[in-house]
């Protein structure tokens, strides 16, 4: 490819407004991938930050999506930009998806970049299949985004009632009283119709007001992603697998006395440790299924990570994978992530389709991209937005873990907190 290296010193504005510039340009194409690390301290780091477009499409069998990927993957020589759909659950398992999707993202999708803007520390490296680099460094420096800086206020509908939602959560309660499962992640939907929405300025104001290690924009067509998530599904750096699941929220105080006592209450909270812990066993045990026996080492156990809006109880597990194991493999071992299903995994997959009332979509899939020697890196889509423009359709969704002694009141709460960021920028 050609490319072109631009000093952070020589570009006619901050990093921060050409990386909007250059996120506005790309909209223009059908296909887009943008990651932001957001420069957070993370173990095993966040994603690599880099903006990536295409216009050509790779023809893809959605009826065997994870197939076709591995197929490409064969062949792959340069980076592919990839999402996997929560709904890719039903290849790797014998299920269904019972709810209507009004987002409508592919199973899987996935493209090789035609351009590709990588954000290092000191210089930006423009990428390009063509020989334009210069061109394209002026068109994103001319685009212009003084108009984009504010978003009309949307009235959004929950797609079921507080009163629902508790009923719903005292029967998945009753399913694990019964032993069908030990716990589960229930999660409801936020849904407005929209005729307006604009998604570079949306993802800008979330990605300020909620910076994340793995934060992230995907465009296919006329549907959009803007992700805002702390949580890594699954990274391959050389043989070693990582995961690190999720589990434990609580808010950030309005003084440092206050936020020192709300990380100190999480990090001894029983029911927050015993959701981590259950949680962590699940991922240890996908992680056995694809690893080098005797391999799979939990890290970091419980660490409480701050981010601007709450404090993470977070597990990190490791693995060894043997150069015989394919990406398929690794996937099907593990997909969907167990912080966001629940154990035993099939059975919480299944009660997910019974109790919840929509389709995930893209929520609780995944977005990240595959290098060319087989290394990837794949985050946890959640505190994000989905959005159709053609049928103006915007939803975000939010969850919580149910155990035996989850209070129906405080799991509605921690969904609302959760929220909190989307919120603030839709409303």
Request: charged share 20%.
């Given at each position: 490819?050609?490319?072109?290296?631009?000093?952070?010193?020589?570009?006619?504005?901050?990093?921060?407004?050409?990386?909007?510039?250059?996120?506005?340009?790309?909209?223009?194409?059908?296909?887009?991938?943008?990651?932001?690390?957001?420069?957070?301290?993370?173990?095993?780091?966040?994603?690599?930050?880099?903006?990536?477009?295409?216009?050509?499409?790779?023809?893809?069998?959605?009826?065997?999506?994870?197939?076709?990927?591995?197929?490409?993957?064969?062949?792959?020589?340069?980076?592919?930009?990839?999402?996997?759909?929560?709904?890719?659950?039903?290849?790797?398992?014998?299920?269904?998806?019972?709810?209507?999707?009004?987002?409508?993202?592919?199973?899987?999708?996935?493209?090789?970049?035609?351009?590709?803007?990588?954000?290092?520390?000191?210089?930006?490296?423009?990428?390009?299949?063509?020989?334009?680099?210069?061109?394209?460094?002026?068109?994103?420096?001319?685009?212009?985004?003084?108009?984009?800086?504010?978003?009309?206020?949307?009235?959004?509908?929950?797609?079921?009632?507080?009163?629902?939602?508790?009923?719903?959560?005292?029967?998945?309660?009753?399913?694990?009283?019964?032993?069908?499962?030990?716990?589960?992640?229930?999660?409801?939907?936020?849904?407005?119709?929209?005729?307006?929405?604009?998604?570079?300025?949306?993802?800008?104001?979330?990605?300020?007001?909620?910076?994340?290690?793995?934060?992230?924009?995907?465009?296919?067509?006329?549907?959009?992603?803007?992700?805002?998530?702390?949580?890594?599904?699954?990274?391959?750096?050389?043989?070693?697998?990582?995961?690190?699941?999720?589990?434990?929220?609580?808010?950030?105080?309005?003084?440092?006395?206050?936020?020192?006592?709300?990380?100190?209450?999480?990090?001894?909270?029983?029911?927050?440790?015993?959701?981590?812990?259950?949680?962590?066993?699940?991922?240890?045990?996908?992680?056995?299924?694809?690893?080098?026996?005797?391999?799979?080492?939990?890290?970091?156990?419980?660490?409480?990570?701050?981010?601007?809006?709450?404090?993470?109880?977070?597990?990190?597990?490791?693995?060894?994978?043997?150069?015989?194991?394919?990406?398929?493999?690794?996937?099907?071992?593990?997909?969907?992530?167990?912080?966001?299903?629940?154990?035993?995994?099939?059975?919480?997959?299944?009660?997910?389709?019974?109790?919840?009332?929509?389709?995930?979509?893209?929520?609780?899939?995944?977005?990240?991209?595959?290098?060319?020697?087989?290394d990837f890196d794949f985050n946890v889509v959640i505190r994000s937005i989905q959005y159709n423009s053609i049928a103006g359709y915007l939803s975000f969704a939010v969850g919580s873990a149910i155990t035996y002694d989850s209070d129906p009141e405080k799991e509605f709460e921690e969904c609302l907190l959760k929220s909190k960021a989307i919120l603030e920028i839709l409303q």
């Open positions: 490819m050609y490319h072109l290296e631009i000093s952070h010193k020589n570009l006619p504005d901050s990093l921060a407004n050409f990386k909007k510039k250059a996120l506005a340009w790309a909209n223009s194409y059908k296909q887009v991938a943008y990651y932001e690390p957001n420069e957070i301290a993370f173990p095993h780091h966040g994603f690599k930050n880099f903006l990536a477009v295409s216009n050509t499409f790779l023809p893809i069998d959605t009826n065997i999506a994870l197939q076709a990927l591995q197929t490409e993957i064969y062949q792959q020589k340069q980076i592919l930009c990839c999402i996997l759909n929560y709904n890719l659950k039903n290849q790797i398992e014998d299920l269904t998806n019972p709810n209507p999707d009004f987002i409508q993202f592919p199973t899987i999708h996935y493209f090789y970049p035609e351009v590709q803007l990588c954000f290092q520390s000191e210089k930006v490296i423009i990428y390009s299949v063509s020989d334009n680099c210069l061109g394209l460094y002026r068109a994103i420096t001319k685009q212009d985004i003084t108009g984009n800086v504010q978003l009309n206020a949307m009235a959004f509908k929950s797609r079921i009632s507080k009163k629902e939602y508790i009923n719903q959560v005292n029967q998945v309660k009753q399913r694990i009283w019964e032993g069908d499962v030990y716990e589960l992640n229930f999660c409801q939907e936020f849904y407005a119709s929209v005729s307006d929405f604009n998604p570079i300025t949306a993802f800008f104001h979330l990605n300020k007001l909620s910076p994340m290690p793995f934060a992230g924009f995907y465009k296919v067509q006329d549907r959009y992603l803007l992700c805002a998530s702390p949580e890594r599904f699954l990274k391959k750096d050389q043989n070693t697998l990582i995961s690190q699941p999720i589990k434990g929220t609580i808010r950030r105080g309005n003084t440092e006395p206050e936020d020192a006592q709300l990380k100190h209450e999480l990090a001894t909270n029983e029911k927050e440790i015993a959701e981590n812990m259950m949680i962590m066993d699940l991922v240890r045990n996908d992680l056995a299924r694809c690893s080098v026996k005797g391999s799979v080492k939990v890290e970091e156990m419980f660490a409480i990570y701050s981010f601007r809006q709450v404090h993470q109880m977070i597990t990190t597990i490791q693995s060894q994978v043997s150069d015989r194991t394919s990406f398929s493999d690794m996937i099907r071992s593990t997909f969907p992530m167990g912080s966001m299903t629940g154990a035993p995994k099939l059975a919480a997959l299944r009660l997910i389709d019974q109790y919840e009332a929509f389709a995930r979509g893209l929520y609780s899939g995944s977005l990240g991209y595959i290098l060319p020697n087989g």
